[in-house]
């Protein structure tokens, strides 16, 4: 199990970073409704790999960021795989 999660962290990694390991730059873009804790089993998350390289992600979050720390959005977003644009 242990080694597994290895795995998946490393190929989560990947997905940030260009061929030749360079950070991967992105435009994150966040909706999201101003007030009430976030439900993040009902929100949704788009990433897409533009042909220039450059990562796109649009989260669409079903509540406020109430409750929700920056690893907790971090890992929602990630669990999402990234598609070619």
Known sequence: MKMMIRRLRRLEALSTLTADG???ETLRVVVRCVCGPSRLETSKCTRMLGRNGLLIEV???DGGLEGLTDEDLARFITSFPVEAA
């Open 59 to 61: 989260v669409e979050l």
């Open 22 to 24: 360079r950070p991967r």
